[in-house]
């Protein structure tokens, strides 16, 4: 019998606090945003016509069918997961932002590019590390269509 093995993010070593350095950069494999997808997202949780409806779309300021704000935050979190990591994450703290720059529309290809913008050792936890990011999602063509910033409690390597 035999078995196969899937290579995913988890199983990578941990980055730890220690690990992080401000200002690099890490990059996620591309995602194909589908059709399908973004109507039945938007059907669910943002049921704008310019969201589900190709001709309404067509004459929207969209040009054609474009996903919603809660499907392209899905689609960043999804692929802060394809991140190389995973980060020896020990809780969210929350974000100071979120920006839409640009559609994402159906049959385009985006990628996710997290900056760490600042690093300290937490106040409270001595095992642990906040960490400050910055996750901008950028279509095929390298325009930036969305950002979101962010700090993460993240545990330290001997803690």
């Known amino acids: 019998m035999s078995s196969s093995k899937t290579h995913t ?14 200002s690099s950069e890490y990059t996620s494999p591309w ?11 938007a059907s669910r949780w943002d049921p ?15 040009g054609g069918l474009a996903a919603c ?5 899905a689609i960043s979190v999804r692929l802060s ?11 969210g703290l929350g974000g100071g932002g ?22 300290r050792e937490s106040r409270s936890r001595p095992d642990a590390g906040i960490v400050s990011v910055e996750d901008t999602l950028y279509t095929f063509e390298g325009d930036a ?7 993460m409690l993240i545990a330290k390597r001997n803690a």
């Open 48 to 62: 704008y016509p310019f969201h589900i409806d190709e001709e309404i779309a067509k004459r929207s300021i969209f």
């Open 69 to 73: 704000t809660a499907h392209i935050f």
């Open 31 to 41: 995602y194909a945003v589908e059709r399908d997808e973004v109507i039945e997202m």
């Open 98 to 119: 979120l920006e839409i720059l640009a559609p994402v529309r159906v049959g385009e290809q985006v990628q996710l590019t997290r900056r760490f913008t600042s690093a």
């Open 81 to 91: 997961h394809d991140l190389p990591g995973p980060l020896a994450l020990i809780a």
């Open 9 to 22: 993010a988890l199983s990578e070593p941990q980055i730890y606090y220690e690990d992080i350095e401000v």
């Open 145 to 151: 269509a969305f950002r979101i910033s962010g700090s």
